[in-house]
């Protein structure tokens, strides 16, 4: 029976049936740490990778670190050791039994130094030069294990005694690891570590932390130990080297200690990531995902696997305070542990006004020629015209429930009808307000039911002269649930009126309706030829309409506009009333005179389907005026034109 064997006999039959296969694993451990050239008195155990306060083996998690100092100068050496869970779990009696070696020379032989059984060795070199130095533990009751290789050993450590001391010009801070948890039952711990400048500086180094209250360190060993009573937040820990001429160094890192998760804002709208912090030594066999409705301790799983982070849905203001955690399991050979990290809040920034957007498109179904979605050109009495759209609240957490809309309508017209969601809906009577008329739906739109809805308004023009008109959707909003909304909107809800308790209103773009009286009519503008005298005779004078307008203005709202053709006669001489003034009168038009009499002659001529235009003289379009070589007696003189505009069907 190994001593091994023997060690365990007190804790039991399972305990020394398991115990044996344990220690055997801890001879065949591979080497990870040791001095580069200096064999231990033992073969140095493998470092234990940990998760949070479990540890896959067992062995130093702190190790002795190489160090310089001066003659007569005491310097410590200090370890750590994490236990596998075979050892805790089944050996709850044995206890750490330690030894330190030192080597004078390079390795060659050990001795163990008397009374050198604690964690910790304190070292005062007597002579310069370097003494290697090595610490064994094992776990047992009262039985020590027989064979040197059955125990646990550190890496090879060296002090360096120097003639003199050697100052530290400068100090990097380095750590295990950066995130300790602080909502476990036992207190997460990393060891901060101080690289000197030059490397066999001399001086000691001293460690503090900027909040002892969330994470302490020891102020020699540089072991840090966070918080028992779930405080989270940030710690600076400070390394500061003092070296023999009173001088100083310092530098820091930093450690973040939590429960695993940060709290996450975000917009609405948006999606929150929670990320589990901290060092892992693999990936988790599983982690399970869980949410807390606001206000509700009762969770949810939302997420299974393995993966450390999650990604919420895109949220809303209905997310907002609830909460989210994480159970995660590792697992290393037959073993595995699990912990629950800390539930992060998600705090979900929204804002409950509406983003509303009216949209509108107008169509004339009787003919919709050369129209445009936000206009109509060309409307005629009895022309049916239909406005459709949508009306969207864009901001899923908007405050308002319901809307009432208001449609403004030309003040002639007929067949009015409006459907929402492609519902017909009863109208009140149209209402005027101001110098507008609006058909007020009795439905109210419901967006609680949802945040796009579909409108149509209808109706029949009646309008019969030429005019304009715009014409839009209006919508109210409201906080009331729509059913109740429509309770009360025959009664007293009217837009615009004292009785509106809305709290905001909306309007869609402008409709321009261009109403037409389908007609083609022309206004003749005056023409003269100014002062004449006899030094003007046979010369050809151009006449001027007066005002500078058109020769003959023509507004052509013709839908079918037929062949068209425009005739010119002189109906009457000039004349004074007493005197004729022997003069010609002809209508150019850019390239041919004609000569007027009191017979119609075609001046412009226009196909089916084309537009008649105005005739003026930015088209070549004038009347000329030539005096004949006559009698001429003083006086204003006048003549009558006729034009004849002919339609042929």
């Known amino acids: 029976m190994t001593g091994k064997k023997l060690g365990r006999l007190l804790v039991g039959l399972l305990t020394l049936v398991l115990a044996v296969g344990f220690f055997n694993g801890a001879k065949s451990a591979p080497i990870v740490a040791q001095a580069a050239t200096v064999k231990g008195y033992g073969t140095p155990t493998q470092d234990p990778s940990s998760f949070l306060f479990w540890y896959s083996n067992t062995g130093f998690r702190t190790q002795p670190q190489d160090t310089y100092t001066t003659v007569g100068t005491t310097k410590k050496l200090t370890t750590a050791v994490g236990y596998s869970f075979l050892d805790t779990f089944f050996n709850p009696l044995a206890y750490d039994h330690f030894q330190w070696y030192q080597s004078m020379d390079a390795g060659a032989t050990w001795t163990a130094i008397k009374g050198a059984t604690s964690s910790t060795l304190s070292v005062t070199p007597s002579k310069v030069g370097t003494t290697y130095y090595q610490e064994s533990f094992g776990y047992y009751l009262f039985i020590p294990p027989l064979l040197p290789n059955e125990y646990y050993y550190s890496r090879v450590a060296s002090v360096t005694a120097m003639g003199s001391p050697v100052n530290a010009t400068g100090i990097t801070v380095t750590a295990d690891n950066h995130y300790l948890y602080s909502n476990q039952s036992e207190a997460g711990t990393t060891t901060v570590h101080a690289n000197l400048i030059p490397a066999n500086a001399t001086s000691d180094v001293t460690w503090s932390s900027s909040d002892p209250g969330l994470a302490t360190v020891d102020k020699t060993s540089g072991v840090v130990t966070a918080n028992t009573s779930g405080r989270s937040g940030t710690a600076t820990i400070n390394g500061t080297v003092t070296n023999a001429d009173g001088s100083t160094q310092t530098n820091s890192t930093q450690i973040k200690v939590g429960g695993g998760l940060d709290d996450q804002t975000v917009d609405s709208g948006k999606s929150a990531t929670f990320t589990v912090q901290g060092t892992f030594p693999s990936t988790p066999a599983s982690v399970t995902w869980y949410k807390e409705a606001p206000g509700s301790s009762t969770p949810t799983k939302v997420a299974s696997g393995t993966s450390l982070t999650y990604t919420t849905p895109t949220t809303s203001a209905a997310d907002d305070k609830a909460h989210y955690y994480a159970e995660i399991t590792i697992k290393s050979d037959s073993e595995s542990k699990t912990i629950t990290t800390n539930a992060a809040e998600l705090n979900v920034k929204f804002s409950d006004t509406p983003k509303v ?92 039911a949802g945040q796009t809805h579909t409108y149509k308004v209808s109706f029949d023009s009646l309008e019969e002269t030429d005019s304009d008109f715009t014409s839009l959707v209006e919508m109210e909003a409201y906080e009331t649930d729509a059913s109740k909304l429509k309770a009360v909107v025959p009664a007293d809800t009217i837009l615009g009126t ?93 390239s041919t005179v004609k000569q007027l009499t009191d017979t119609n002659q075609v001046v412009l001529s226009a196909g089916s389907g084309i537009k008649v235009g105005s005739l003026n003289a930015n088209h070549g379009q004038e009347l000329q005026l030539v005096l004949a070589s006559q009698a001429i007696y003083p006086g204003n003189y006048t003549s009558t034109l006729d034009w004849t505009i002919t339609s042929a069907p």
Not at 501 to 514: A, E, M, Q, V
Not at 531 to 548: F, P, R
Request: aromatic fraction near 6%; proline fraction near 4%; hydrophobic fraction near 30%.
């Open 498 to 590: 004292t009785n509106d308790n809305n709290f905001d209103t909306y309007t869609g773009p402008g409709i321009s309706l261009h109403f037409s009286s389908n007609t083609l009519t022309a206004q003749a503008g005056n023409v003269t030829f100014g002062s004449l005298s006899y030094a003007n005779v046979d010369q050809t004078i151009e006449g001027q309409v007066e005002g500078g307008g058109d020769l003959l203005a023509v507004t052509d709202d013709r839908r079918e506009k037929n062949a068209t053709t425009i005739s010119l006669r002189q109906a009457t001489p000039f004349t004074d009333g007493t005197h004729t003034l022997v003069a010609k009168l002809s209508y150019a038009n850019g």
């Open 357 to 448: 957007t009216i949209t509108s498109t107008a169509t004339d179904n009787t003919d919709n020629t050369g129209n445009v979605a936000h206009g109509l050109s060309n409307v005629i009495s009895g022309d049916a015209i239909t406005i459709t759209g949508t009306i969207t609240d864009g901001n899923q957490d908007s405050k308002m429930k319901a809307g009432l809309l208001a449609i403004r309508v030309p003040p002639y017209c007929s067949n009015t009808a409006v459907s929402i969601d492609g519902e017909a809906t009863s109208l009140q009577a149209p209402k005027q307000i101001g110098d507008y008329y609006y058909l007020v739906p009795r439905t109210p739109v419901d967006f609680e």
